[in-house]
């Protein structure tokens, strides 16, 4: 008899194949920097998180099933953070667990923050956009700033020339004044 679940888990696509502990040591016995990390796996599959990553770090490595559909991921484990990042041409590469918030760092070098209030900041190349807690929005571009509160009861748009303005009293749209 096969219940809801099993048929789930036949159904899914398997994409992790194996983990492993690493502590990676940033530095040698001399405390010289070294190019690579050298990856060294305890033994009893346990390691202290060091005060300072640049010199070690705990690692977990998740092997991917399918190399071709999906690639391996790191996990780094650090004293304040905890960081997962992947080698993609695609999609996310690296999302980093504070105690304040959760940032992800696209392919495209986008960066995407959700705070601990449930505020949102999206950056990328082109223009900033902040989704504040209470459903406020901001959006920063090079060639204008916008504002629409969370009701969505008023939006203005600044330009470097104009400012507009849509409230319940009516709309403002004029000339900058310099």
């Known amino acids: 008899m096969d219940t809801t679940s099993n048929k ?4 899914a696509r398997r994409v992790w194949k194996s983990a492993q502990m690493f502590v990676g040591f940033h530095t040698d016995q001399k405390g010289k920097p070294r190019e690579q990390p050298k990856l060294w796996p305890p033994k009893n599959g346990s390691a202290s998180i060091h005060g300072d990553p640049s010199a070690q770090e705990a690692i977990v490595v998740v092997k991917a099933a399918d190399p071709e559909a999906a690639q391996d991921v790191q996990i780094k484990l650090h004293p304040n953070r905890i960081v997962v990042r992947r080698d993609a041409e695609m999609w996310w590469q690296g999302v980093a667990v504070d105690e304040h918030s959760v940032t992800v760092r696209m392919a495209d070098n986008t960066i995407i ?3 601990h209030d449930g505020s949102v900041i999206r950056r ?3 223009d900033e956009t902040h ?3 209470d459903g406020s929005i901001f959006k920063f ?3 204008a700033e916008a504002h629409m509160t969370g009701d969505g009861v008023e939006m203005t748009r600044r330009a470097e020339d104009r400012i507009a303005t849509i409230s319940a009293d ?3 749209d004029r000339a900058r004044k310099r």
């Open 124 to 126: 990328s190349a082109e």
């Open 170 to 172: 009516g709309v403002v």
């Open 113 to 115: 923050e959700i705070r």
């Open 131 to 133: 989704v504040e807690a």
């Open 141 to 143: 571009t090079e060639f």
């Open 8 to 11: 789930l888990e036949k159904a």
